[in-house]
């Protein structure tokens, strides 16, 4: 069934009725308000052409409802390029496969468009092997390297490289073009005044600043014809200092559209701006008011972004007018059937984004894009989830997101699964993980779960604890171990005195504490518990034996706790190793010389170790046993949720 022919078999709810309205971009009209935000994926191939992986990705988001699906970072030079393998269309050998891609994004029933992107400064040399070029030769902070300042002749060159690509993108199919001057690529270096340092027409004042964005939009109008649509992706506010205000986006958005542009798609900050800009710190749309603004002064339609996560969020924002059409990023790479959900009014089935940041984290690293909580992103031409041959009876023990995650998937195969859990809850350590500031939206998983496995009618056991014998009188063909992990007890002299204590039962309640803790461990757990017990007044030092902490988290989650964990005045002591605990204080070593740290509470945060004597006693009674998550190795819930996947399609 075709995208639009699944939106078009009832009516929306009336809580998401302004979502699914006709709109129109010039001339472009659009099934309903929702665009798939243009993101680097990192799914091409590394000559920039796109093969099956690449289309498998946004095929199955356009077969999920979005009315326009808008592909994201296409290099128009392939001279500089933003990561390896960025997609191009800078030469006519790139259009026959583009031809091929935007025919089955159209059969799906949704629109397509390309951004184009040009990294500026942010192109990597070791990628390029050439210097990178900017508007001023200012260092960034992104990539710690100094570009080359372009020169009146290079300007003007790659102007018409995007006049090119556009023109080919049309060519190509496609049903417009944006043009990204976010994020701190080369057009926003242009405009912002952090970055641009020249002394001719292209710096100094706005109307200079602006001119390459505007002398581009003017060339590719010539060459795709005036009702050619053409959008503009712009940070409201680069928050960078000295940089862009939203007073200077007014202007420049209104310059945009008395030259042409049918529609500017708000975003905010760059990827080098000392402040969250996607992470759980920012509230679900947070950054709203940046598009109402801009709506205020132009009349062209106004596209919102960042932190739309809800449905009926998004539908207040068309509803009150404060923008034109919402562009859904990465709650569309969690789940691709996001709008058709949202059409039925299936709000609690939409696997939610937990906004962990871990699809940057995959980009930054120079992979493909991987989600968190959807083993599939990125991964759709390879794993399917296909009705089983033969239905069988599956025991899953342990309802961490490993256990959920595998009972979800074995009975979306037609399995009948039965789901026990030893504790009166489901969601594991994964509950203790959403109690520390900010992480709240951790427990929406748990809830999606919870409402999939009751539909598909899942037998959930709570407060059953499962040995051998109890094993053998359940029914079952295979049984899945997800009974996680504990966590570790350092061997070092005084671990067990009484007023010691882990990060478990500290986030869990069952610990108490006195007002000066010392934490052991620097990970992300022992950050995150130093952040929830400074929360509540504490004096905290974190003690770490690396010479750096929170290296096992994803860097866009980690600089904003670090920063608020100095703001709140927490001490971190790194290259110190705590080798005793004598009364209230931990005896630590540093560069060899000891010191003695006060501490009315010491807590445990140095790692996890499996839980795995169920598994192996099973193992060993039983065919047919599979162990996932933690009990096999204490990993990321990412992996644990991976590999909980990859068991329960293959049985």
Same mark, same amino acid.
């Given at each position: 069934?075709r995208?639009?022919?699944?939106?078009?078999?009832?009516?929306?709810?009336?809580?998401?009725?302004?979502?699914?309205?006709?709109?129109?971009?010039?001339?472009?009209?659009?099934?309903?308000?929702?665009?798939?935000?243009?993101?680097?994926?990192?799914?091409?191939?590394?000559?920039?052409?796109?093969?099956?992986?690449?289309?498998?990705?946004?095929?199955?988001?356009?077969?999920?409802?979005?009315?326009?699906?808008? #592909?994201?970072g296409?290099?128009? %030079?392939?001279?500089?390029?933003?990561?390896?393998?960025?997609?191009?269309?800078?030469?006519?050998?790139?259009?026959p496969?583009?031809?091929?891609?935007?025919?089955?994004?159209?059969?799906?029933?949704?629109?397509?468009?390309?951004?184009?992107?040009?990294?500026?400064?942010?192109?990597?040399?070791?990628?390029?092997?050439?210097?990178?070029?900017?508007?001023?030769?200012?260092?960034?902070?992104?990539?710690?390297?100094?570009?080359?300042?372009?020169?009146?002749?290079?300007?003007?060159?790659?102007?018409?490289?995007?006049?090119?690509?556009?023109?080919?993108?049309?060519?190509?199919?496609?049903?417009?073009?944006?043009?990204?001057?976010?994020?701190?690529?080369?057009?926003?270096?242009?405009?912002?005044?952090?970055?641009?340092?020249?002394?001719?027409?292209?710096?100094?004042?706005?109307?200079?600043?602006?001119?390459?964005?505007?002398?581009?939009? +003017?060339k590719?109008?010539?060459?795709?014809?005036?009702?050619?649509?053409?959008?503009?992706?712009?940070?409201?506010?680069?928050?960078?200092?000295?940089?862009?205000?939203?007073?200077?986006?007014? /202007?420049?958005?209104?310059?945009?559209?008395?030259?042409?542009?049918?529609?500017? *798609?708000?975003?905010?900050?760059?990827?080098?701006?000392?402040?969250?800009?996607?992470?759980?710190e920012?509230?679900?749309?947070?950054?709203?008011?940046?598009?109402?603004?801009?709506?205020?002064?132009?009349?062209?339609?106004?596209?919102?972004? *960042?932190?739309?996560?809800?449905?009926?969020?998004? *539908?207040?924002?068309?509803?009150?007018? @404060?923008? %034109?059409?919402?562009?859904?990023?990465?709650?569309? /790479?969690?789940?691709?059937?996001?709008?058709?959900?949202?059409?039925e009014?299936?709000?609690?089935?939409?696997?939610p984004?937990?906004?962990?940041?871990?699809?940057?984290?995959?980009?930054?690293?120079?992979?493909?894009? +991987?989600?968190?909580?959807?083993?599939?992103?990125?991964?759709?031409?390879?794993?399917?989830?296909?009705?089983?041959?033969?239905?069988?009876?599956?025991?899953?023990?342990?309802?961490?997101?490993?256990?959920?995650?595998?009972?979800?998937?074995?009975?979306?195969?037609?399995? $009948?699964?039965?789901?026990?859990?030893?504790t009166?809850?489901?969601?594991?350590q994964f509950?203790?993980?959403?109690?520390?500031?900010?992480?709240?939206?951790?427990?929406?998983?748990?809830?999606?779960?919870?409402?999939?496995?009751?539909?598909? $009618?899942?037998?959930?056991?709570?407060?059953?604890?499962?040995?051998?014998?109890?094993?053998?009188?359940l029914?079952?063909?295979?049984?899945?171990?997800?009974?996680?992990?504990?966590?570790?007890?350092?061997?070092?002299?005084?671990?067990?005195?009484?007023?010691?204590?882990?990060?478990?039962?500290?986030?869990?309640?069952?610990?108490?504490?006195?007002?000066?803790?010392? /934490?052991?461990?620097?990970?992300?757990?022992?950050?995150?518990?130093? %952040?929830?017990?400074?929360? @509540?007044?504490? %004096?905290? /030092?974190?003690?770490?034996?690396?010479?750096?902490?929170?290296?096992?988290?994803?860097?866009?989650?980690?600089?904003p706790?670090?920063k608020?964990?100095?703001? @709140?005045? #927490?001490?971190?002591?790194?290259n110190?190793?705590?080798?005793?605990?004598?009364?209230?204080?931990? #005896?630590?070593?540093?560069?060899?010389?000891?010191?003695?740290?006060?501490?009315?509470?010491?807590?445990?945060?140095?790692?996890?170790?499996?839980?795995?004597?169920?598994?192996?006693?099973?193992?060993?009674?039983?065919?047919?046993?599979?162990?996932?998550?933690?009990? #096999?190795?204490?990993?990321?819930?990412?992996?644990?949720?991976?590999?909980?996947? @990859?068991?329960?399609?293959?049985?």
């Amino acid at each position: 069934m075709r995208g639009d022919e699944i939106l078009m078999s009832s009516r929306p709810p009336i809580e998401v009725q302004h979502l699914f309205k006709i709109g129109k971009i010039g001339e472009l009209e659009l099934k309903n308000r929702i665009i798939m935000a243009p993101m680097l994926i990192g799914l091409s191939e590394l000559d920039g052409t796109i093969g099956e992986r690449f289309t498998r990705f946004y095929v199955e988001r356009a077969e999920g409802g979005a009315a326009l699906i808008a #592909v994201g970072g296409i290099c128009p %030079d392939d001279r500089y390029r933003s990561h390896p393998g960025q997609p191009s269309l800078d030469g006519d050998k790139y259009i026959p496969g583009w031809k091929k891609f935007t025919n089955e994004i159209k059969e799906r029933g949704a629109k397509v468009t390309v951004q184009l992107l040009h990294p500026g400064r942010y192109a990597l040399s070791i990628i390029t092997g050439r210097q990178p070029v900017a508007p001023s030769p200012i260092p960034s902070k992104f990539t710690g390297e100094t570009p080359k300042e372009l020169t009146i002749e290079e300007i003007i060159e790659i102007e018409e490289k995007f006049a090119e690509a556009a023109k080919r993108a049309k060519l190509a199919g496609f049903d417009g073009v944006e043009l990204c001057a976010s994020a701190g690529y080369l057009f926003s270096q242009f405009l912002s005044p952090a970055t641009n340092k020249r002394s001719d027409k292209y710096g100094g004042p706005l109307e200079n600043r602006m001119r390459f964005l505007i002398e581009t939009v +003017e060339k590719i109008k010539s060459v795709t014809g005036e009702k050619y649509p053409l959008i503009v992706r712009l940070s409201a506010e680069d928050y960078m200092p000295g940089g862009t205000t939203i007073e200077e986006t007014k /202007i420049v958005a209104k310059s945009l559209e008395n030259v042409g542009v049918d529609a500017i *798609n708000i975003t905010t900050g760059w990827h080098e701006s000392p402040r969250p800009l996607i992470t759980r710190e920012v509230p679900p749309g947070g950054f709203i008011h940046l598009a109402e603004a801009i709506k205020k002064v132009i009349s062209i339609p106004v596209i919102a972004s *960042n932190r739309i996560k809800y449905p009926q969020l998004a *539908n207040k924002v068309i509803k009150e007018g @404060k923008a %034109d059409f919402v562009a859904i990023g990465r709650p569309l /790479i969690v789940d691709p059937l996001w709008p058709q959900k949202a059409y039925e009014g299936r709000y609690n089935e939409i696997r939610p984004c937990i906004a962990c940041g871990h699809c940057l984290e995959s980009l930054f690293s120079g992979n493909a894009i +991987e989600c968190t909580v959807n083993p599939r992103a990125g991964k759709e031409s390879e794993y399917n989830v296909e009705r089983a041959e033969r239905s069988k009876n599956i025991l899953v023990i342990g309802g961490g997101p490993a256990g959920l995650e595998a009972a979800l998937t074995a009975s979306s195969r037609g399995h $009948n699964v039965t789901l026990c859990e030893k504790t009166g809850d489901l969601g594991g350590q994964f509950r203790l993980a959403a109690i520390p500031p900010y992480k709240e939206e951790l427990t929406e998983l748990i809830k999606y779960y919870e409402t999939m496995l009751m539909k598909l $009618n899942v037998k959930i056991k709570l407060n059953t604890e499962i040995t051998s014998d109890v094993a053998r009188k359940l029914a079952h063909d295979v049984i899945i171990v997800a009974t996680g992990s504990e966590p570790l007890i350092p061997n070092i002299p005084g671990v067990h005195q009484e007023n010691v204590t882990t990060a478990h039962d500290v986030l869990s309640g069952k610990a108490t504490y006195g007002n000066k803790i010392a /934490i052991i461990g620097g990970g992300g757990v022992g950050l995150e518990t130093a %952040d929830y017990l400074s929360e @509540k007044g504490k %004096d905290v /030092i974190v003690i770490e034996m690396l010479g750096k902490v929170g290296l096992d988290m994803e860097r866009t989650t980690r600089w904003p706790l670090l920063k608020r964990l100095q703001a @709140k005045n #927490v001490k971190i002591l790194t290259n110190t190793k705590a080798v005793a605990i004598e009364g209230n204080y931990v #005896v630590a070593k540093c560069n060899e010389h000891k010191k003695r740290i006060s501490a009315d509470t010491i807590v445990l945060a140095v790692g996890a170790v499996p839980k795995n004597e169920l598994y192996e006693k099973l193992k060993d009674d039983f065919k047919n046993v599979y162990a996932v998550g933690d009990c #096999v190795k204490p990993q990321r819930v990412r992996q644990a949720i991976a590999a909980a996947f @990859k068991t329960a399609i293959k049985i």
